[in-house]
């Protein structure tokens, strides 16, 4: 499984990104997708996932209502709207993917970065 993730860059707060990672996979609809952050100096954190058919979603406190993550299983690609973005929300972006009745991302992408300005 190869993951590749952009659509990062920089913009200011209050502003908008999506972000875009493309699969290399048979059978995309056999993973879980994901999308976590690493901030500088920080721990890699969870920021949403969506589950095989893109009906079950969930998302971090700190971005509900803000960030969407979609995919599009016929294309092979997950996504992630950021909108209302904050200074916070600066941090390499790595999306995830995971088997279906696994428990673990096993995959990642190379990762992109975000960067808020005040």
């Known amino acids: 499984v190869q993951l590749q993730a952009y659509g990062g860059g920089l913009v200011q707060a209050g502003g908008s990104l999506r972000l875009s990672c493309a699969a290399s996979v048979r059978t995309f609809s056999n993973y879980v997708m994901g999308w976590f952050r690493q901030a500088p100096g920080k721990e890699r954190e969870f920021v949403a996932r969506i589950d095989w058919s893109g009906g079950t979603t969930s998302y971090s406190d700190s971005v509900k209502g803000r960030f969407t993550i979609s995919r599009d299983n016929a294309n092979n690609t997950v996504y992630l709207q950021m909108n209302s973005l904050k200074p916070e929300d600066t941090a390499v972006y790595y999306c995830?993917?995971?088997?279906?009745?696994?428990?673990?991302?096993?995959?990642w992408g190379q990762g992109t970065q975000v960067t808020v300005s005040s």
């Open positions: 995830g993917a995971r088997l279906i009745y696994t428990d673990t991302f096993a995959y």
